[in-house]
Structures are given as C-alpha cells and as structure tokens.
C-alpha cells in the first residue's frame, strides 16, 4: 500500500529506461517543480544581489511573500487539484470576490459573529463548487463553460449583496488580522499559517490518499480510470467542491487581509492561480504534477512583485508581462518534456 | 407536406431557438417602454432602441465572428480583450502623438498599426496552438495574462484621450443615417459569410475542427488553417477595439474590452455552434451576439437594478448549455416522455413523434 501511493502514478507512461543521463532528465516528472525552485533561487539571488542594501535579505521580506499571498496560495492549491483532474474552474476569483463581499456584509450589516459567518462562506463556496461540478459530470458539459457561468453568477451575485465596496471595522475581524505568529527570524500572519496548513493537508490527500490518486488517474487517463473501476463522477464532483471551498477559503483570508469587501476584489485571480499552478509544473493535460509545485509557483509570482516594489522604476503592469512571458516559457517546456515522453 | 411537418422543420432550423429568443426579449421590452420598436428620424440620424442595441452591440458581434471560426476548428481564444485593448492603445497613442489629430492620413496609418498588431497577436497564437500543439486555453491565455500589461505600457498606465473628428467617425459617428460602425459590421458578417460559404473555406474549417489529423491526411493543410483562423479572429478583435476606443475617444488599456472574450464565447454558444468543433454558424453568432446586447438593453429598460446584469448572463449561459447538453434533455425531456406514455394511452402518437425530435434538435 505505502509503495503504491508514495509514486502518484501516471497511467499509459511507464518509465522508460533511457542510457542517455539528459533524456533521463527531460523525462523525469519533477523536473518542472525543479526548474521552478531553481528559478525562485536564481530570482532571489539577484534580488539580494541588487536590493542588499534595501533590506531585501530580511528574513521577514522572505515570510512576508507567504503573508501578502496566502489567499492566492490557498486558491492555487484548490486549481491544482482542478488542473490534476483534467478539468478547469475559471469562477475562482469570483467566488474569492463573492466570499469578501458575503462575509463584509453578513458581518457588517447583518451583525453575526465571525465564528459563525466563516462557516457559512465556506459552506456556500463549496456548494457553489459542489453545484458546478454536478453539472459538469451529469450533463456531460465542459468544465470551461461551466465555471465561466459560475464566474458571472459570483460576480453578480457580489453586485447584488451591494454595488459599493463595504469597509470592516469589526473588532475580531481586525484583531485576528493583526495577530502575528512568531517565529523567531520574524512572524507569520494568521493567513499564512492558514494558508500553509492547507498546503500541507493537500499534500497529504493528494500524494498519502485513495482519493489523491483517483485525481491523478481520471486526469492522466478518463476511460482507463472508469474500465478499472474507479468512482469517476463521485471523484469529480469532489474536485470541483474542493475548489469552490478552496476558494471560499482565499476569499476570507483576502477578507483579512484587505479587511474590506468589494464587488471587484479578485477580478482575474483565477488566472493568477491557474498560472501559478502551470508555473509549479502541473500538467494542464492533468494526471501529472505535484502541489509542491503550485507552492513555488506562488511563490515565484510572489516575488516578481516584491521585486517590482524594489525596483521602484517598474510599474505594476510590468507583474502581468512578466508573469505571461514566465508561463509562455512554462508551457513550452512542458510542451517539449510531453513530446519527449511520447517518442 | 402537413403543418405539422412544416412546423417541425420550422423548429428544427438551427437558427429557430436563438431568433425565438431574441423575439421573446425584445417583446419583453414593450409593456415597459411602449414605443420600443418605433425608430424615428432626427437631425438626419436614426435614433431608436433597435439601432442602439445594433449599435452599441457591433464590438461584440465582430469579436463572436472572429470567435465562431476559431471554435468551429475546435479551439478557443481567451486573449481577443487583451487584443482589443492593445489595438485601442497603439491607435490612440499614436493619434495623439500627431500635431494634426485629425489628418485622414494619420488616423489611417494610426488604424494600420492597432491592426498590424493584433495580426501579431494572432499569428502569435495560432503559432503556439497550430505549431507547437498546445491547448488553445492555455495558448491563448498568455495574451490574456500579458496583453494587459501590453497595453497599459503602450499608453503609460494612463487613459489617453483623443480628439480626431475621422476617427470618432469609425466608433461613434453616422454615415446614410444610420451609425457607421453598422456597416463595418454589416461588412465583417458579408465577407465572412462569403468567404466561409461561397468557397470551400468554411468546410476546410469545419473539417479541420472535426478531426485535424484526418484533414491533414486528405490533404488540407490543417496548421495553415488554424493559423488563419486566430489571425481573422485577432483582426476582428483589432477592428472591435478601434470601434470602442473611437466611440469613448479614449483608450483605457486596463478595462477596453474587460470581459469580451466571455460574452464573445457566450454569443457564439448561444448561437449554436458547439464548443466542440465541426461546425458552425455565423448566423446564429450574430443573433446571439444581439441577444446579449439586448438582454443588457432590456435590464436597463425594464428597471431591474443593472447589478443583476451578470446573473442573468449566468442564467442564460446555463439554460443554454443545459438544453444544447444531450444528457440534460435525454434525462428530463427523454423521463418525461416515457412517463407521459403510459398516463395517457389515447396519445400513442405523442411519445412516438417526440422521440424522432429529441435525435435531431
């Protein structure tokens, strides 16, 4: 059992034993999570190389790239799980927007307790997941058209709790937002201890459970995973859940973090998340990745922007061109390795 | 041939829902606003709610033409907002740069630059999804994520304004009484619609869309194909993008065009061509274009507060998905059938003249 499910399996490509040491390499599954990670090390080095003087070797600098994008981690993860399985959720950022806004307002205006509206959203956003994904398997519709009803019925649903943006001045909203964990070289805020936890928990199912696996065979193989068996529409009914709870998550770390709600939080975020998850390596085929990946993703994108508020001279656009020219380069690398394997 | 025949091949007509549609919605309109269909003459402009709709609807019909084609070959483009808003900003820059913003010349040339590089866009996309074989969402996606930051460079972060008489002409000006951005449509659709009907090019395309490795086995050159196919459908962004940035006299980089691709893919949808490639239909594109148009027309008239806008949008794209999905109607249409059968005896007729319905609609 623990052999079996150390080696998240991708049906129809057995390892090939090649003699020439680069082939080897070019087949090997991590090697998208490793020239991920090398290039995260190569950008942090020229960020201490430039900016030594500016205090960018601080440890918190480091920490703060989990503080200022623990949502986007959480959300990453949840796509992960999507992209793993085959299929796509593009009404990631909207249900993100939808949660600040749902939370803003039921704690705002309506007046529950926080413990009590955390709940709800989570609830709400993966039935919204839970819905798509029924759809998506029952009516045998794409996955794409699917959620990109699910993005308009979120961002619609955000106009119509309220048009402006609604500010939280509630006092457990603010102090959970403050709370620092230290942790000697500097502190983490609430939303990256979150964050990270779920990063673990994924790890976790995704590599250690039956259900890990099942996602890694309906991605790699659709028909192969229904002849041998496995619970097709139950496994991605559950995905897509996953996501929208995913997402609900972000939504309210994003709420923490901004302590506000707003119809237009979030707009692209899925986009984000989907190019974080395709930077960490994750096959957008599905079938093959791992969530490790998706964490140098962030954190890639993460510190193209720490490096752009060093810069000083960049402007923000330069975050989006930076981040397409880094996913062009991504997916034609994932291009070439797949051609590889298949020669 | 009976009525009911008749009848059956009436509603058998793959533009039936969609115009069925469209009527329903513009109906809707006229208990709210009586004199929704009269179109009536001033200063030598026609003015009315069916000429605006057309008018404020032709970036999105041009953008769902050039979307049909790059479905009907089984792939999808992302990237035609981002398209539209570089097109917007390259133009708009570059008129605003002359001394004379109204020299014809100019605003031409300005125009040939925003084109050239949407061409770019497109051969960029058709080159990673035709050559390098990648998705089409993902291949596309790179313009999405990037595009923006593109045009947000062009115009420096900040929203440049114009002042060209021959260039509001394109966006917001009138030519024989009626707005011309009309007749550019009217243009686009025409040559389209020739181009893919008259000549052997549409079933090239449907071809290429129903199996590309087949058609390439007969002979047509699939990759050239769908190289085109992402080229037309940029330059149809490009032309959406100069008509918006010229009917605002602006270009906005960070929101020209925000959500096009959606509408763009949900008019297409509407429509009746499948997502999945082989075929398709201008036709039907151009009425889904309109009945988006107007469905936003008619949130506006009949008073709903304009924030529900999006959630209709989702309700329509999933009532439209749901009856185009063969599962869906098999499973409530198909239970239906079966049971109405044995309730009523007497209409053995019934269930036996639905069934044929249900294989071919």
């Known amino acids: 059992m623990s052999t079996t499910t150390r080696t998240p399996a991708t049906p129809g490509a057995p390892e090939r034993r090649t003699t020439s040491r680069s082939a080897r390499l070019l087949g090997d599954r991590r090697l998208p999570v490793v020239v991920t990670a090398g290039l995260f090390l190569a950008m942090y080095v020229v960020g201490l190389s430039r900016y030594q003087n500016y205090g960018f070797g601080d440890s918190q600098v480091f920490l703060n790239l989990f503080i200022d994008n623990g949502y986007l981690l959480v959300a990453a993860v949840g796509a992960t799980f999507v992209i793993m399985s085959g299929g796509i959720d593009l009404s990631v950022g909207s249900v993100i927007g939808f949660t600040t806004m749902l939370t803003a307002w039921l704690v705002q205006d309506v007046g529950l307790p926080l413990l009590l509206v955390i709940p709800i959203s989570l609830a709400v956003g993966a039935f919204g997941g839970f819905l798509m994904g029924y759809v998506i398997h029952n009516f045998e519709i794409q996955p794409f058209i699917v959620t990109l009803a699910g993005l308009f019925l979120f961002r619609g649903l955000c106009l119509v709790i309220s048009k402006e943006s609604i500010a939280i001045d509630d006092s457990d909203v603010s102090s959970l937002a403050q709370t620092r964990v230290p942790l000697g070289v500097g502190d983490l805020s609430i939303g990256a201890v979150v964050a990270l936890v779920v990063l673990a928990a994924a790890f976790y199912i995704l590599h250690y459970t039956r259900f890990g696996r099942r996602v890694y065979a309906i991605g790699g193989n659709e028909q192969s995973a229904l002849l041998m068996g496995l619970p097709l529409g139950g496994t991605k009914i559950a995905v897509y859940t996953m996501s929208g709870f995913c997402s609900a998550l972000a939504g309210l770390l994003f709420m923490l973090y901004i302590q506000s709600g707003d119809p237009l939080h979030a707009v692209g975020m899925e986009l984000d998340a989907i190019a974080a998850v395709v930077i960490g390596g994750t096959l957008l085929t599905g079938g093959s990745g791992y969530v490790l990946g998706t964490l140098f993703g962030v954190l890639v994108l993460g510190l193209i922007k720490s490096i752009i508020q060093f810069e000083g001279t960049l402007s923000s656009w330069w975050t989006k061109i930076a981040t397409g020219v880094l996913l062009c380069a991504f997916i034609l690398i994932q291009r070439v390795m797949t051609t590889r394997k298949k020669n | ?361």
């Open chain 2, 1 to 361: 041939m009976t009525t009911t025949s008749r009848w059956r091949a009436l509603t058998h007509h793959h533009l039936f829902w969609p115009v069925a549609v469209l009527v329903a919605l513009l109906l809707v309109n006229v208990p709210f606003t009586p004199d929704f269909f009269a179109i009536h003459m001033t200063n030598g402009h026609l003015y009315g709610s069916l000429v605006s709709i057309v008018l404020f609807g032709s970036p999105l019909i041009l953008v769902a033409v050039g979307m049909t084609l790059v479905i009907a070959t089984g792939g999808i483009d992302l990237s035609v907002g981002a398209v539209v808003a570089i097109t917007g900003a390259l133009t708009c820059s570059y008129i605003s740069d002359q001394a004379d913003q109204g020299a014809l010349s100019s605003v031409l040339l300005a125009m040939g630059l925003g084109l050239i590089a949407a061409v770019v866009c497109g051969l960029w996309n058709g080159f990673l999804v035709a050559r390098m074989g990648i998705q089409p969402i993902i291949a596309t996606l790179i313009i999405m994520v990037a595009g923006r930051g593109v045009a947000q460079l062009i115009t420096d972060g900040q929203i440049i304004t114009i002042n060209s008489e021959p260039y509001k002409l394109i966006g917001g000006g009138y030519w024989l009484t009626l707005p011309f951005s009309i007749f550019v449509v009217a243009a686009v659709v025409a040559v389209t619609v020739l181009l893919t009907r008259r000549t052997a090019l549409g079933l090239l395309v449907e071809s290429v869309g129903g199996n590309a490795e087949a058609s390439r086995l007969v002979g047509i050159r699939s990759m050239r194909i769908k190289i085109m196919v992402y080229v037309f459908c940029a330059v149809c962004a490009g032309i959406a993008g100069l008509m918006i940035s010229s009917n605002t006299s602006a270009a906005d980089g960070n929101n020209a065009g925000l959500w096009i691709e959606l509408d763009a893919i949900l008019a297409v949808v509407i429509g009746g061509t499948s997502l999945l490639g082989g075929r398709f239909s201008i036709g039907g594109t151009v009425i889904g274009a309109l009945v988006i148009q107007t469905l936003t027309t008619t949130i506006y008239t009949i008073g709903v507060p304009t924030q529900t806008n999006l959630v209709f949008k989702a309700v329509v794209v999933i009532v439209v998905c749901l009856l185009q999905s063969p599962k869906f109607r098999a499973k409530v249409f198909g239970a239906r059938a079966k049971t109405a059968a044995p309730a009523a005896p007497a209409a053995v007729a019934e269930p036996a003249d639905s069934a044929p319905k249900m294989e071919v609609s």
